[in-house]
């Protein structure tokens, strides 16, 4: 149940926004010989209230009625067939800042409903992105993959913080030399790969399945997610030395799939409680009479009601 139309958008569309989630795909492919830095942010007009406001290309962040993350429970779907995860273990991998987020570039192979999907990259959100029954987790790791159709599919494994110290080695290995990527735009090597507690957590826990879109700018739809149910382990440690260089990157949880878009929705309230105020700022509304007044008010309002819903389905 994995979809192309994030694909058949793309490909007609150019990204603008640097280092997003598909980063290493054939959509946005990796910069030879430098790491380069995300061009959108997570605060003040950098964040994501304003993406849409970055780039004409980043429209659907603010429009698009299926965007990404969203708050799962029981009424998303699960997978109903496991996916079979085949990365090798390596003695080490590309280990880069892109300012948004940390990235690791590695190569694997997940095979989903007879479908092969390549992975190019994993990288990570803090705090996580999904939330599991309205309940946040301080870490997600995005494993991207792309069919040889284009199709993008992402693995979302959250991770929560133990109290007897136990964790996921892998993220340990990882973040070997995170002192040598504090600076946005730097790369090094990670320590010692090895995926096998990974795949087999993939592979035996439940996914919650849907389609949504990139968490990033552009914010296109058509993305498939699996998202695990069970977070892995994490031990304090670990987790604020990547809190400390990640800072702060999740997008803000979504409406539920198919309703209107969070922003539009604040959008056209503005418009309907605050557009004619700021509209007749400095007129002589008392020289008319009060009547005349108010429907001028009203039919001011209402074209800027329409104007918004115009573009909203541009």
Known sequence: MFYSTLAL???????????????????FPRAEGKV???????SGLQGPLNWAGLDAANSACRTSNVQS????????????????????TVEEAEFENLGTTLEVV?????????????????????????????????????????????????????????????????????????DKVKVPGTAT????????????????????????????????????FLVMEKPLALNVKTYNALKSVIKFNARYSQNTLGQTNLLSVATELAVQNDGCKQTMKGTKIEKITKEKAKNQCNHMCMQQKRNSLYNHFE
């Open 9 to 27: 958008v793309l490909a007609t569309s150019a990204i603008s926004a640097s280092a997003n989630c598909i980063h290493g795909t054939t959509f």
């Open 189 to 224: 090597q990670t320590g010692k790969l090895d995926f096998k507690e990974l795949a087999e957590a993939i592979q035996t826990n439940p996914l919650f399945l849907y389609s949504g879109s990139l968490t990033t700018p552009p914010c296109k739809e058509g993305l498939t």
């Open 36 to 42: 380069e830095v995300s061009k959108f942010g997570y």
């Open 106 to 178: 590695v190569k694997g192979k997940t095979t989903f409903e007879g479908k092969d999907f390549e992975l190019q990259q994993f990288h990570l959100h803090t705090p996580s992105e999904h939330r599991i029954n309205d309940e946040y987790f301080p870490l997600e790791m995005h494993m991207v993959h792309q069919a040889a159709d284009g199709s993008i599919a992402v693995i979302a494994i959250p991770f929560q913080l133990t109290e007897d110290g136990n964790t996921t080695e892998l993220l340990t290995s990882v973040t070997e030399n995170l």
């Open 69 to 88: 993350p969203i708050v799962l429970d029981d009424k998303v779907g699960k997978a109903k067939s496991a996916p079979k995860v085949a990365i090798e």
